[in-house]
């Protein structure tokens, strides 16, 4: 039984003395045991340990799912060092950047990415380690870099650890989330602020020991990790994850694995409708599933074809869960009530309460010390100003009913929600502006037609240069992760502009996607990952 212990080390360390032989988790065919995964991490504190890193230092991690990343979360987690995960898509500036702003000392990379590290080495200002995770450890680095491969440096090392006192207001990781006017911003989360999300998912799914969880998105995100990874934990369930979704063989895997539960995002489940129905697809083991957004024309016809209960749930890598519209109440288009340990509004500009079923902006406090993120990361202009009149600022825009159900409207923010991915229009256009053919651009949402949005590129090209939408697009597969590089490519000779020569977004969007547009599905062109 859970005994209430708020830190990621506590918790593992509780799980391995109780039943360290029991499965916790299997990576498609290798499973880990409690009792191996207490000593790995282990292995990784003291490899940090003896690089010299400790608490309060930051460490990145861009690593595919696998025990070598889970390993790695525990391992800093037991020093204290704080863990930036790094999504495996990002490279050239953006990657730097991150390293940068986060101040990391060390990084722990997968062998297929280093080389993505190796070629912006010289612009990250306080980089000192590389760990290299399979592959050629020693690839293009310069001789001020020491690099190391895990295997190597974790195989000497002992598997016994006196732990680093740790408390549950403790910062444990750096989360970016994109920035809208500006550069990402990293979002400091400690103990408590991941276990209190973790137990909301708990309690909202009824998890425990007959369960087991499947996910199949990145550790680098919040989701797998607290919604699947360490609610598992607390919950006593086990873990089948994944690397990728496959539609086809989705439910092929619930059966074989006996799957009870998973999380979804994005178009996950638009997907799993558009496959051919089968006389079995409601012969699986699932009884329950969370995430968010699920089309409401969607709702009962997937419940009534796969036979489960769908709970939606809205937040964001700030506030964890806040509103949760839950399969027993559930009331379709909205995103539910709001939680116990947080108060919700919705604001009008000045700050006031907005009456019943008119729009404003989402705001958000906690009732609860620390189950809200503690500020961003070396930002403290940005904190204060999300933090205005004492209530956190979403950026989305809602409404409340009667009934205290919210409703998301739209996203006052700057940004574009591509299957699952928040991507940064400033960052989009920040690289396109870099093409030496390109006047000025900008990236709005497009409605997608499975779910969420893809991402419009709006371009104006200087005077008498010529440029191609395919020639855009191979630039920025250069820069861009690959879910950022645009669907859609538009060039335009004059952008609608204020008297301040700001581009007027909100007109782009109402045009969407015209007759000129360019659509790079339709012409084939292929987006490396």
């Known amino acids: 039984?859970?005994?209430?212990?708020?830190?990621?080390?506590?918790?593992?360390?509780?799980?391995?003395?109780?039943?360290?032989?029991?499965?916790?988790?299997?990576?498609?065919?290798?499973?880990?045991?409690?009792?191996?995964?207490?000593?790995?991490?282990?292995?990784?504190?003291?490899?940090?340990?003896?690089?010299?890193?400790?608490?309060?230092?930051?460490?990145?991690?861009?690593?595919?799912?696998?025990?070598?990343?889970?390993?790695?979360?525990?391992?800093?987690?037991?020093?204290?060092?704080?863990?930036?995960?790094?999504?495996?898509?990002?490279?050239?500036?953006?990657?730097?950047?991150?390293?940068?702003?986060?101040?990391?000392?060390?990084?722990?990379?997968?062998g297929e990415w280093a080389e993505r590290l190796a070629q912006i080495q010289h612009e990250l200002h306080y980089l000192e380690h590389v760990i290299v995770v399979g592959g050629n450890h020693s690839t293009s680095f310069s001789d001020g870099m020491m690099v190391y491969s895990f295997a190597e440096l974790l195989k000497n090392e002992s598997d016994g650890f006196a732990d680093i006192p740790i408390k549950p207001n403790d910062q444990s990781l750096i989360l970016y989330t994109s920035g809208t006017t500006g550069p990402s911003k990293?979002?400091?989360?400690?103990?408590?602020?991941?276990?209190?999300?973790?137990?909301?998912?708990?309690?909202?799914?009824?998890?425990?020991?007959?369960?087991r969880l499947f996910t199949m998105f990145p550790l680098y995100h919040v989701n797998a990790r607290y919604a699947t990874i360490l609610a598992a934990l607390i919950a006593g369930s086990d873990v089948v994850m994944h690397n990728r979704f496959s539609a086809s063989g989705f439910w092929d895997i619930c059966r074989k694995e006996q799957i009870t539960t998973f999380t979804y995002m994005g178009s996950m489940l638009t997907i799993?409708?558009?496959?051919?129905?089968?006389?079995?697809?409601?012969?699986?083991?699932?009884?329950?599933?969370?995430?968010?957004?699920?089309?409401?024309?969607?709702?009962?016809?997937?419940?009534?074809?796969?036979?489960?209960?769908?709970?939606?749930?809205?937040?964001?890598?700030?506030?964890?869960?806040?509103?949760?519209?839950?399969?027993?109440?559930?009331?379709?288009?909205?995103?539910?009530?709001?939680?116990?340990?947080?108060?919700?509004?919705?604001?009008?500009?000045?700050?006031?309460?907005?009456?019943?079923?008119?729009?404003?902006?989402?705001?958000?406090?906690?009732?609860?010390?620390?189950?809200?993120?503690?500020?961003?990361?070396?930002?403290?202009?940005?904190?204060?100003?999300?933090?205005?009149?004492?209530?956190?600022?979403?950026?989305?825009?809602?409404?409340?009913?009667?009934?205290?159900?919210f409703y998301f409207v739209d996203r006052q923010k700057d940004v574009v929600r591509r299957k699952g991915e928040n991507i940064s229009s400033f960052e989009v256009e920040n690289v396109i502006n870099k093409h030496p053919a390109v006047q000025g651009s900008a990236i709005i949402g497009v409605p997608s037609e499975l779910s969420e949005e893809e991402v419009l590129a709006v371009v104006q090209v200087k005077d008498e240069r010529k440029l191609t939408a395919e020639d855009l697009l191979d630039f920025c597969q250069k820069w861009l992760p690959h879910f950022a590089v645009p669907r859609y490519v538009r060039f335009i000779q004059e952008f609608p502009r204020t008297p301040s020569q700001r581009i007027e977004k909100y007109k782009?969007?109402?045009?969407?996607?015209?007759?000129?547009?360019?659509?790079?599905?339709?012409?084939?062109?292929?987006v490396l990952r």
């Open 1 to 110: 039984m859970y005994n209430g212990t708020e830190t990621f080390g506590e918790i593992v360390a509780f799980r391995a003395k109780e039943n360290p032989d029991k499965r916790f988790i299997r990576f498609e065919k290798n499973d880990m045991t409690y009792r191996e995964f207490h000593l790995g991490g282990n292995k990784v504190a003291n490899a940090m340990a003896s690089l010299h890193l400790s608490k309060g230092d930051t460490c990145a991690v861009m690593l595919p799912n696998g025990p070598e990343f889970l390993q790695t979360w525990l391992g800093l987690a037991r020093m204290g060092i704080v863990e930036v995960p790094v999504n495996t898509g990002l490279r050239g500036d953006l990657l730097a950047y991150i390293l940068n702003q986060s101040k990391c000392k060390a990084m722990v990379v997968d």
């Open 186 to 211: 990293g979002v400091m989360l400690s103990h408590r602020a991941n276990f209190a999300l973790s137990q909301t998912c708990c309690e909202l799914m009824d998890y425990g020991p007959q369960d």
């Open 272 to 405: 799993l409708m558009k496959q051919p129905e089968l006389p079995d697809d409601a012969d699986n083991p699932v009884r329950q599933i969370q995430g968010a957004p699920c089309p409401p024309e969607l709702y009962n016809e997937f419940q009534d074809r796969f036979q489960l209960k769908i709970t939606e749930a809205y937040g964001s890598t700030e506030i964890g869960l806040a509103i949760v519209n839950r399969a027993e109440t559930f009331r379709k288009g909205s995103c539910g009530r709001k939680l116990p340990i947080y108060e919700v509004e919705i604001h009008d500009e000045v700050g006031n309460p907005c009456p019943p079923n008119i729009a404003g902006e989402i705001v958000v406090r906690p009732k609860e010390p620390s189950v809200l993120f503690s500020g961003y990361y070396d930002m403290p202009e940005a904190t204060v100003k999300a933090w205005k009149n004492l209530w956190f600022h979403t950026g989305d825009r809602g409404r409340m009913d009667e009934d205290g159900y």
């Open 508 to 526: 782009l969007r109402k045009q969407g996607i015209t007759e000129d547009t360019w659509d790079r599905e339709a012409a084939g062109y292929t």
